[in-house]
């Protein structure tokens, strides 16, 4: 059975993140399909993509699949990771991709909602980055996301907290474009889509492409790009990590100790 429903129309294609029964968690499987889709969008020059959960939804999407992990010892936020490969594909899609939110995004589903070009949210939606909860070390593409949509304090509010911010907190923030009601909001963003696919292509691919790589341009030395990598292994290393990802999977609370 299919994760997601894809559909196009007149140059815009949607992706619907369709799994309810674990929340639209970004297993391999989801994320698979999602790429996928992207990749046959593009062949089909699609030039706009609406990427969304179903109408009504709760959850957009519960985050990393947490069953999926790696337990303590291996990178969970590696190069290769599925996540990681999630949000290359919307960030370098050679069209806008615009998030259209309802209900909950977390964890790695705020990155996946903030590598989105533009976001249209109602008014119940809500933005948690939850690596704190589980022990997890983010790692620094997927800061920079964050350092790029939320200004510094907030970030790390919502960092240390693992606390959800409201969609009107995320409005005022700038870090989505629109609020809109539940029953406006899909005719809005298809209205919004329809006029970046009546301009030129070519100048939009490029323009995200030239500002994909000025916001991730910084220079770190590998000196520095080594500690952090020591750092973030003493945290995947630890009994914390793993009494993270354990306290999830057996539906109770963690049991923290700092090592
Ligand atoms: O018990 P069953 O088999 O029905 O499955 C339950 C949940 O276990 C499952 N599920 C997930 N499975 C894997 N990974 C997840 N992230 C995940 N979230 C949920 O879906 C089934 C229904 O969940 P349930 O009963 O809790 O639904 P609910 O409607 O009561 O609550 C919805 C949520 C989203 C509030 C709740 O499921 C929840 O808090 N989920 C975890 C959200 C979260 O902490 N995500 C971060 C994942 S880790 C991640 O994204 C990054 C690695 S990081 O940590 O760095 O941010």
Not at 230 to 259: I, N
């Amino acid at each position: 059975m299919s994760l997601i429903i894809s559909e196009t129309e007149n140059a815009i294609g949607t992706i619907i993140m369709n799994h309810a029964a674990k929340r639209n968690a970004l297993s391999e499987a989801l994320i698979d399909e999602i790429t996928t889709t992207l990749e046959a969008f593009k062949e089909q020059n699609i030039r706009t993509v609406v990427l969304r959960a179903p109408s009504g939804a709760k959850v957009w999407s519960a985050g990393h699949d947490v069953s999926e992990l790696p337990n303590r010892g291996r990178d969970p936020l590696g190069w290769s990771d599925s996540l990681r490969v999630l949000i290359r594909a919307i960030q370098e899609y050679p069209g806008p991709v615009l998030g259209l939110i309802q209900g909950g995004v977390w964890g790695g589903g705020c990155e996946v909602a903030m590598a989105c070009d533009i976001l249209v949210a109602t008014p119940e939606a809500t933005f948690a980055i939850t690596p704190a909860k589980l022990g997890v070390p983010y790692n620094l593409g997927g800061l920079l996301t964050v350092m790029n949509m939320i200004p510094l304090p907030v970030a790390k509010e919502m960092l240390f907290t693992a606390q959800p911010i409201p969609a009107a907190q995320a409005l005022n923030l700038g870090v989505i474009n629109y609020i809109k009601p539940v029953d406006e909001i899909e005719a809005f963003v298809y209205q919004l889509a329809g006029q970046i696919v009546a301009n030129a292509p070519l100048s939009i691919s490029v323009m995200k492409e030239e500002l994909r790589l000025l916001s991730s341009a910084r220079s770190i030395t590998p000196e520095l790009f080594e500690r952090i990598q020591g750092l973030r292994r003493t945290v995947y290393d630890s009994h914390d990590y793993q009494e993270g990802l354990t306290a999830f999977l057996e539906k109770r609370k963690p049991q923290f100790k700092g090592e």
